[in-house]
């Protein structure tokens, strides 16, 4: 049994104040169970401030980006290392925000995913297709070259310690969630495409699905066999609706 990750994806939103609310409520309602594991992503200056706070509790802290550097001289940028510094477990690369805002190629994102890996982080590795290619029917064309970038560099075996997030461009922040047919359509793909180079690795791997997610769907999308989990954005901002999310998946199990 893979089990569910339901992470939290607060992207640049929060306060001091906000996020120290946020996760407090998270702990105070976290289910207790060996199945669901719950993840907050934090902007980078709240990270520490929140480990702290998380000190004792069952929930995991990761970053929402790194650099691919180790260290130097890279203004403004964050090494894995720092991140495990300040306790975080999980980063996620290859945001389609990212990939989108900042330009970060898929050759990019793969060197991120190894330096994660390098570190001792566990890579969330985000993969998607925007509206216009799934129109044009290229839905798993835009996800093989995502993940082969991936598998080029580090090899299947990376993809025991990481964990995989398809997050269709259309759905995120748009309230427009695939249907969990949709949805399972992809992340099987995805699994057996890892099947095909070592089986035991594509059993093991959790993949996560992203794009409006909340508690009125999570168990549609969480009831399919390859759908492992949620990478939550909006509804992770509000301890109630995170952990609306979290029940549906305990429910499950
Ligand atoms: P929403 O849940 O707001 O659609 O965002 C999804 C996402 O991008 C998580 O990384």
Redesign the pocket.
């Known amino acids: 049994m893979r089990g569910y990750l339901v992470a939290g994806?607060w992207k640049m939103n929060g306060s001091n104040a906000a996020s120290a609310e946020l996760v407090d409520g998270i702990i105070a309602g976290a289910p207790e169970s060996e199945l669901v594991e719950l993840l907050v992503c934090p902007p980078f200056p709240y990270l520490s401030a929140v480990a702290e706070r998380l000190r004792g509790s069952g929930v995991r802290l990761g970053a929402q980006n790194l650099s691919q550097h180790d260290s130097g001289a890279y203004t403004g940028e964050i090494a894995g290392s720092m991140l495990r510094d300040v306790g975080c477990e999980y980063v996620i690369v290859g945001?389609s925000e990212r990939r989108a805002l900042m330009r970060e190629s898929s050759r990019i994102v793969a060197q991120k995913f190894q330096a994660a890996l390098d570190c001792g982080l566990i890579p969330i590795l985000c993969v998607g297709e925007t509206l216009e290619q799934r129109e044009a029917a290229d839905t798993e064309g835009v996800i093989d070259e995502q993940l082969n970038a991936v598998l080029d560099l580090s090899g299947v075996e990376a993809f025991s310690n990481a964990v995989i997030a398809y997050?269709p461009v259309w759905?995120?922040?748009t309230g427009m969630t695939a249907t969990p047919g949709q949805a399972q359509d992809v992340h099987r793909h995805i699994r057996a495409s890892l099947e095909v180079i070592d089986a035991s690795v594509a059993e093991g791997v959790k993949i996560l699905y992203?794009?409006?997610?909340k508690g009125e769907n999570a168990a549609g999308l969480f009831s399919n066999p390859d759908i492992d989990g949620g990478?939550?954005?909006?509804?992770s901002l509000k301890s109630d609706d995170f952990l609306a999310i979290a029940e549906a998946a305990v429910a499950i199990c």
């Not at 990478?231 to 509804?235: D, T, V, Y």
Request: proline share 0%.
């Open positions: 994806n945001h997050e759905a995120i922040g992203g794009g409006s997610v990478l939550i954005g909006g509804a």
